[in-house]
Each structure stands twice: as C-alpha cells, then as structure tokens.
C-alpha cells in the first residue's frame, strides 16, 4: 500500500481558520496554497500562511505534525481589556459545527457573556457574543481569575468577573447590598463579602467545591 501523502487539500480541511500551538506559540492557519497553477495540478509544492500577534508569514516546511491542537473545556474566563463597562466574564463553548478542524476555530465555538439577556434589554444592539481571537486564546491558556474578595470590587467596572472556570460575581439587581452568583447554567445565588448564599441545591457541591479549593473564609448557606 503506497504511503499516505498529506494534500494541501487534506490540511485545509483539517486545520485552515484554526488556533493552533506551532513552535510554542498560538498561532492562527490561514490556510494552505499552491504556490502556482502548476502546482495545483500535480500537487506536489504548497505552503502554509499563518498569523502570530496579527503579522503573516508563509511556511513551506509546515505539515500537520507540527501542529498542537487546543480543546478547552465549557468555562469562564475574564478579558478586561475594554475600557468602558462591559462584562469582563465571558463564557467559551464548543458547538457541533465543523467537526472536522482538528483544533478550534471561529465556526466550532461559542462565547457570549452571561449577562447577554439582561444587555439585550437594555442596549439597543446585541453585545453578547464575541468572536473567538488569538487573544481570547491567550487568556484561555493563561487560567488565570482574581481573588474573591477582589473580583467584588470589580464588579462596579466591569459589571461580572468570573472567579474560577464555573463561578462568577455580578452587579445584583435584586438586592443593593449582594452580589449576583452565576454558573454556566445561570444564575444560582446570591455573594456578600464573607457569605455565598446558594439557591439551587445542585449548585451547592460547586460552591463548596470553590471555597475549599482556595482556602476561603466563607460561610456556604442554602437559602
């Protein structure tokens, strides 16, 4: 049986429009191109184009063994890069779209931000989704959340802070003096200070789960 031989179409289907780790940085494939119309037809010569922190380069000597997929798991995490009040919290997905990229890319994920509802009511556009970008893939690699104590502060900037992959703190509009306590299901209780009150049982081994984990002070209360 004669060797199997990667295509410039094989790797497209594969991995064009994907993040990637290549050479240990997230690196973006724009797709693979013969260099001309001969090589199209014998389809011998093609490379590679790719983006790393928005500058392009063309890789001949690319193949799909060099590349290092990224899957993350359904989870929060915090860009508060913007500078007006938005929602620091975000939640990424995966969706059943384009189940051949062998990493992520722009069709196979979902973020949107948990208080996507309630801006949709209050805003005249629709700011609850975003598209997935190499910074976005960044700061999912980085797994990185504040502190409890210091994600409350934030919350009057940036309205929800995700505190860990499954939990975050948002401005209440029930109550003036409690923060909001979110899931990726929604929301689940209530936050001060040094109390997390917990309105959904199932919720309840999560949030203790949370306060072990991290050593915190605080009293876990089903309400």
């Not at 191109?33 to 983006?51: A, G, S």
């Not at 928005?54 to 989870?75: T, Y």
């Not at 959340?145 to 499954?166: E, F, G, K, R």
């Not at 936050?191 to 081994?205: I, M, N, S, Y």
Request: with cysteine; charged share 25%.
């Amino acid at each position: 049986m004669a060797e199997y031989k990667e295509t410039c179409e094989d790797f497209n289907l594969r991995w064009s429009n994907t993040f990637v780790l290549f050479e240990d940085r997230v690196t973006y494939i724009c797709g693979a191109y013969y260099p001309d119309e001969e090589n199209k037809e014998t389809k011998e010569e093609w490379f590679v184009q790719i983006e790393v922190k928005g500058k392009r380069e063309k890789r001949s000597d690319l193949d799909s063994s060099m590349l290092q997929p990224l899957m993350f798991d359904s989870k929060f995490f915090n860009d508060f890069s913007s500078t007006e009040t938005n929602p620091a919290c975000l939640h990424f997905s995966r969706t059943p779209r384009r189940q051949n990229k062998r990493s992520i890319c722009a069709d196979n994920t979902l973020i949107i931000t948990p208080l996507l509802p309630l801006l949709q009511k209050i805003r005249n556009r629709n700011p609850g989704h975003y598209n997935l970008n190499g910074s976005y893939v960044d700061l999912l690699l980085a797994h990185k959340y504040p502190d409890y104590q210091h994600a409350l502060s934030l919350c009057s900037q940036h309205l929800i802070v995700a505190v860990s992959p499954s939990l975050a703190v948002a401005l209440s509009s029930i109550s003036p003096d409690r923060f909001l306590l979110v899931s990726p299901f929604g929301f689940i209780g209530e936050a001060t200070e040094d109390t997390l009150f917990v309105r959904h049982p199932g919720a309840r081994q999560e949030v203790l789960d949370f306060v072990n984990r991290n050593s915190l002070n605080l009293q876990v209360i089903n309400a």
